[in-house]
């Protein structure tokens, strides 16, 4: 059995944990993420890299959830403003010693209470609480779970995904996922019908800019409409995807902050454009860190933590001292491409 085997099933005697303490005090909740994306979006779950449980609940019930994870010996980890309360993992000795497939590692959990935050991105997204009244009950080694039906999952991956973009991340496997989604399901009339009805047409513009990045990505098959619908889009998110749809893959070689352009092409207000993009230039939050699992760290400890990552702070703030030209000039040359 392989190192990451031994940690997805530690993943998954969690989660059935968890799953059977929030069914006995009677909340009900949505997987996201993890299992809930296999087969639709990865034919093997094992394939796909996981590192915590994520769980959606409907108002007050995330706060209750959060107390049922107290019960279970879960702390706070880590500080969170906006999607889900802070994230909660069980204390230990753990630390970080540099491998990503550290059966040992601490399992965390996340508790959303929304899918996307409006305040946050300054992007509203309208109708997502309908994806609560779709989900649909799955079958996990006879652990029953609540996930997204195969609509709105592929709706939660490109607006998950989309969210790395906007904020300088690229998660591949995340967009290969979604072009095996569109490849495989190609000729799958009844789910598209379904998908488009189902979807409002904000939600689709923004599932539309993903569909035509994962394609250019990995060349997977397009349904006609939905090449129909990227024509259909504004004309600043059509530029941006023309002129900008590699950059995210450049940046692993080339720092760059092109995602900019996408992120104000989608604010509708002068001032949240102002906002995003002064947040984006000169970043003021410093990065925050869980690299052991402990309730209450003390003044030393936190100290320690802040030297020992030291040299990834100063390597984040190298790239933004070195992006912050380019991506001025290349601000202004895209507005001059929009009027071309």
């Known amino acids: 059995m392989t190192r990451y085997e031994l940690r997805f099933n530690r993943l998954k005697r ?8 929030l069914n006995a005090a009677g909340l009900e909740f949505v997987l996201l993420k993890g299992l809930s994306h296999s087969p639709a979006l990865t034919a093997d779950p094992r394939l796909r890299a996981q590192g915590d449980i994520d769980l959606w609940l409907i108002g007050s019930s995330a706060y209750k959830a ?23 993992g069980r204390p230990g000795g753990w630390q ?6 550290d059966p040992e590692m601490p399992i965390s959990v996340e508790l959303h209470y929304e899918l996307w935050s409006d305040r946050a991105e300054h992007i509203v997204v309208p ?7 779709r989900k ?10 609540n996930v997204l039906c195969d609509e709105d999952l592929l709706g939660f991956a490109s607006l998950h995904l989309l ?18 989604f569109l490849d495989t399901r190609v000729s799958d009339e009844p789910f598209w019908t379904s998908w488009r009805n189902s979807h409002p047409a904000a939600l689709r513009q923004l599932e539309t800019c993903i569909f035509f990045l994962v394609t250019n990505w990995f060349e997977c098959r397009l349904r006609q409409e939905l090449e129909t619908d990227f024509q259909r889009l504004p004309v600043t998110l059509k530029s941006w ?6 950059a995210p893959l450049a940046r692993e070689w080339k720092p760059n902050k092109s995602e900019i352009w996408l992120h104000l092409a989608l604010i509708e207000k002068r001032k949240d454009k102002l906002r995003v993009l002064g947040r984006r230039l000169i970043p003021i939050a410093l990065p ?16 320690l933590t802040f030297c020992r990552q030291l040299p990834l702070l100063a390597g984040r703030l190298l790239v933004h001292l070195a992006t912050f030209f380019p991506t001025l000039f290349e601000g202004v040359r895209w507005l001059w491409i929009r009027k071309l």
């Not at 969690?14 to 303490?21: P, T």
């Not at 649909?136 to 779970?145: K, P, S």
């Not at 969210?163 to 095996?180: D, F, K, N, S, V």
């Not at 690299?291 to 100290?303: F, G, K, N, Q, V």
């Open 14 to 21: 969690d989660l059935f944990e968890i799953v059977e303490a």
């Open 66 to 88: 959060r107390d049922v994870l107290s019960s279970l010996g879960y702390v706070p980890l880590l500080n969170s403003k906006s999607r889900h309360l802070s994230p909660m």
């Open 96 to 101: 970080w010693r540099g491998d990503l497939f």
């Open 127 to 133: 109708e997502l609480e309908q994806f609560w009244e």
């Open 136 to 145: 649909t009950l799955r079958n996990f080694d006879g652990c029953m779970i």
């Open 163 to 180: 969210l790395h973009l906007l904020h300088g991340e690229l998660p591949l496997q995340r967009a290969w996922e979604i072009a095996r």
């Open 241 to 246: 995807l023309k002129e900008f749809s590699l």
């Open 288 to 303: 925050m860190f869980a690299d052991r699992a402990i309730s209450r760290p003390s003044a030393i400890s936190t100290l």
